[in-house]
């Protein structure tokens, strides 16, 4: 069994900023592309942001300009960066590796106030 370990989530105002962390195992780490979903309560799981295992990003149109994907691999992890957050924003944040077969996270909430 795959485990991605995420952390980082919490409660913070609007405007405000958050990290996410995800640490995977190293022989998923460097060939899968990895990402971020997110979901709201009583919406859909969506893509928010993933790089790919040569470092090219992609992002939903609605966090452009305010999150970054990054990753490290000398520690096998994956972070996001979300700056300028917004209520809209609140979900729980998932951490998922993705090539032929997909792995998840176990999720983070993320709250962020008015």
């Known amino acids: 069994q795959v485990q991605l370990v995420e952390s980082g989530g919490g409660l913070v105002q609007a405007g405000g900023s958050l990290r996410l962390s995800c640490a995977a195992p190293?022989?998923?780490?460097?060939?899968?592309?990895m990402g971020w979903y997110r979901q709201a309560p009583g919406k859909v799981r969506e893509l928010v942001a993933d790089i790919s295992s040569g470092g090219s990003t992609r992002y939903v149109d609605s966090v452009k300009g305010r999150f970054t994907i990054s990753r490290d691999s000398a520690k096998n992890t994956v972070y996001l960066q979300m700056n300028s957050l917004k209520p809209e924003d609140t979900a729980v944040y998932y951490c998922?590796?993705?090539?032929?077969?997909?792995?998840w996270g176990q999720g983070t909430q993320v709250t962020v106030s008015s």
């Open positions: 998922n590796a993705r090539r032929d077969v997909l792995f």
């Open positions: 190293r022989n998923i780490f460097s060939i899968y592309t």
